[in-house]
């Protein structure tokens, strides 16, 4: 995308004229996918917003996901999600702050506290599931069912399965 990075504005680590340049520039392929993810998940809380959950934030999402069905610990969502028992307990306090989330005795163990989601958080996820479906439609639509399959399974074929985590509100931002 030429509208998206001056070239002249970026630093590149390669000098010009050294090398066979490729066909686009590297750093393009990151911004890219960003920003495909971005639009994606600004969508996404666009129209969660209007459908009852205008406080939710992408890493309440995250959270809410490594919370899971069952439940978890403080200490199994810090694991999950990659932050500190405390990170996680930060989120999860603002996460039943708004009505997302509950705390609830362990029925396996009386000293342990589950983090379980509560029915405005099922529903959260299940809305956000519907929306994904529909934004992954309106790709379809534009690019074609053949390429957003293809680019899906290009992108299987080089991300690599260890990288399917939980962990983005390391590098994303807290809660």
């Given amino acids: 995308m030429?509208?998206?990075?001056?070239?002249?504005?970026?630093?590149?680590?390669?000098?010009?004229?050294?090398?066979?340049?490729?066909?686009?520039?590297?750093?393009?392929?990151?911004?890219?996918l960003f920003a495909g993810f971005r639009t994606l998940i600004d969508r996404l809380h666009a129209d969660l917003a209007r459908q009852g959950h205008p406080d939710l934030r992408p890493a309440h999402g995250f959270a809410m996901q490594a919370v899971g069905a069952g439940g978890a610990s403080a200490s199994e969502i810090g694991r999950r999600?990659?932050?500190t028992k405390q990170a996680a307990g930060k989120t999860v306090d603002r996460l039943v702050a708004l009505g997302y989330a509950e705390r609830a005795d362990d029925p396996a163990d009386a000293r342990r506290k589950l983090v379980r989601l509560t029915p405005h958080g099922l529903d959260a996820l299940a809305r956000s599931a519907a929306v994904f479906d529909?934004?992954?439609?309106?790709?379809?639509?534009?690019?074609?069912?053949?390429?957003?399959?293809?680019?899906?399974?290009?992108?299987r074929a080089v991300v690599p399965p260890e990288a399917f985590r939980l962990d983005a509100a390391g590098w994303l931002g807290g809660a």
């Avoid at 509208?3 to 911004?31: A, I, T």
């Avoid at 439609?137 to 399974?153: F, K, Q």
């Fill in 2 to 32: 030429d509208n998206m990075v001056d070239d002249e504005k970026v630093n590149q680590v390669v000098e010009k004229g050294k090398g066979s340049p490729p066909d686009r520039p590297g750093y393009e392929l990151p911004l890219l």
């Fill in 134 to 155: 529909e934004l992954r439609a309106e790709w379809t639509r534009a690019l074609g069912p053949d390429r957003v399959r293809a680019l899906e399974d290009d992108l």
């Fill in 81 to 83: 999600l990659g932050v």
